[in-house]
C-alpha cells in the first residue's frame, strides 16, 4: 500500500510537471520573434487587456514591466468605471464611491446616483383612447409618450399623464378623479381611474337673474355653430353660453370634451354622446325622431360595399356593440351597421351592399 502511495504521487507530479512546460512551450512561441520594445509600444498603446497580458507573460520582469502593469490597471479601472455607470444598483455605486473617493470616475458615479434618485420610473396603470379627468398641472408639447411619461416621473407633485398623438400634446395631472373616452390620446395614473360614463353632470339650479337651459342627452344640435372650445368640461360649455348674449344653445361632445357654442337652433339628431342645452328664452329644437326599429344581431355576416366604398360613411372604433346598434338607430343616415369583433369597430353604412360571411363580424339593419 506504502509503494502504490507513493507511485501515485510520483504520476501526479509528472503530470504537472508536463502540464508545466506545455505552457512554458505555448508561452515561448507566442513571444517568438518579437523584441520587448516592440510588444511593450503595442502594449501601452493598446486599450485591449489581451495585449497587455500578452507582454507581461513574455517579459514579467524589468523596467518595462512596471509601466505595463500600471498601464493594465488604468484599463481595469476605466472598465469598473464604465460598468458602474451603466448599472442602476445603488448598493453597488456607493460601494465603487467609497472605494475610490476623490477620483474623476467616483464624481461621475456619484453625479450618476443623484439623477437615478431625481427621476425614478414609476408604475402607472396604463389607458388607451382616454383622457384623464382631475386637476391639470402644465400642458406643453413633447416628442413622444415616454417623454411625456418622464416629465410625470421628473416632477413630484404629478399623480398621472395624458399624451395626444394627434399634436404631442402632454397634459400632467396633480390629482385624477377618472378617465373619459377620448381618441388618439394615451393615458397613465398612479392610482386607477375609472372611466366616466357618457352622463352630464345636473345642471344646477341658477341663482335669481341668471340662465335657465333646457338639457336634453343623446342629442346634437345641428349647424348654426359660431364658436368651438376644447378641453372643457360641460359645467363650462353651459357657463360660456350663458355668459354670452348671442349664444342661443349649445351641444357639449362628452368623448371629446368639446363645446360648440350656437348662434340659432335649427335642427335635431340624434347622437350619442352628445348632450346640448338651449336657453329657455330661445326657441325650442325641434323634436328628435324616435328611434328606428332594427333587425335581430346577425352573427357572422358582414354587409361589405366592395361597389360603393363611400357608403361605409363612418367607423367608430374601440366601442361595443350595443353603442353601435344605437348610433345607427338614432342616426337618420344609416341604413345598416356592421361590428368587428377583433378591432372594436362600429361600421355605419347609408347603403346596403351584399352579404358575406365573416366568423368575427355581427351585423344590423334598420327595418
Not at 398621472?160 to 381618441?183: I, K, Q
Not at 353603442?323 to 369597430?345: E, F, V
Request: hydrophobic residues 35%; glycine residues 6%; contains cysteine.
Amino acid at each position: 500500500m506504502h509503494f502504490a502511495g507513493r507511485a501515485a504521487a510520483l504520476a501526479h507530479a509528472v503530470a504537472c510537471l508536463i502540464l508545466v512546460i506545455g505552457v512554458q512551450a505555448a508561452q515561448a512561441q507566442s513571444c517568438a520573434g518579437l523584441t520587448e520594445p516592440t510588444l511593450r509600444a503595442r502594449a501601452l498603446a493598446s486599450r485591449n487587456l489581451a495585449d497587455v497580458q500578452r507582454y507581461l507573460t513574455c517579459f514579467p520582469y524589468g523596467d518595462g514591466a512596471v509601466s505595463v502593469r500600471e498601464h493594465s490597471t488604468k484599463l481595469r479601472a476605466e472598465a469598473e468605471c464604465e460598468e458602474v455607470l451603466r448599472s442602476s444598483d445603488r448598493n453597488r455605486m456607493l460601494q465603487f464611491i467609497m472605494d475610490n473617493s476623490g477620483s474623476a470616475c467616483a464624481t461621475r458615479v456619484t453625479e450618476r446616483l443623484g439623477s437615478l434618485a431625481e427621476v425614478s420610473r414609476r408604475q402607472y396603470h396604463s389607458y388607451g383612447n382616454a383622457m384623464l379627468d382631475g386637476d391639470p398641472l402644465q400642458r406643453g408639447s413633447v416628442a413622444d409618450l415616454d417623454e411625456c411619461s418622464r416629465a410625470c416621473d421628473a416632477t413630484p407633485s404629478c399623480v398621472g399623464y395624458s399624451f395626444e398623438r394627434d399634436n404631442r400634446a402632454c397634459t400632467l395631472w396633480g390629482a385624477v378623479r377618472g378617465r373619459r373616452p377620448r381618441g388618439q390620446t394615451d393615458s397613465g395614473s398612479l392610482t386607477e381611474a375609472a372611466m366616466a360614463t357618457l352622463q352630464p353632470p345636473p345642471a344646477p339650479s341658477p341663482p335669481p337673474g341668471e340662465t335657465f337651459f333646457n338639457i336634453t342627452q343623446d342629442l346634437d344640435l345641428r349647424y348654426g355653430d359660431y364658436e368651438d372650445i376644447r378641453d372643457i368640461d360641460f359645467a363650462g360649455c353651459q357657463r360660456r353660453c350663458a355668459a354670452s348674449p348671442q349664444c342661443r344653445a349649445f351641444t357639449y361632445n362628452m368623448p371629446k370634451s368639446a363645446c360648440f357654442l350656437k348662434s340659432a337652433v335649427v335642427s335635431a339628431v340624434p347622437f350619442v354622446g352628445a348632450v346640448s342645452g338651449v336657453k329657455q328664452n330661445s326657441a325650442s329644437p325641434p323634436p328628435a325622431p324616435a328611434p328606428a326599429r332594427m333587425s335581430q344581431p346577425l352573427y357572422g355576416i358582414d354587409l361589405p360595399n366592395y361597389n360603393n366604398m363611400a357608403a361605409d360613411y363612418s367607423m367608430l372604433r374601440n366601442i361595443t356593440l350595443g353603442p353601435c346598434i344605437n348610433y345607427c338607430q338614432r342616426d337618420p343616415q344609416c341604413r345598416a351597421y356592421t361590428y368587428n369583433l377583433d378591432r372594436m369597430s362600429c361600421i355605419l353604412k347609408n347603403s346596403i351592399g351584399s352579404r358575406a360571411r365573416n366568423n368575427r363580424a355581427i351585423s344590423g339593419i334598420k327595418m
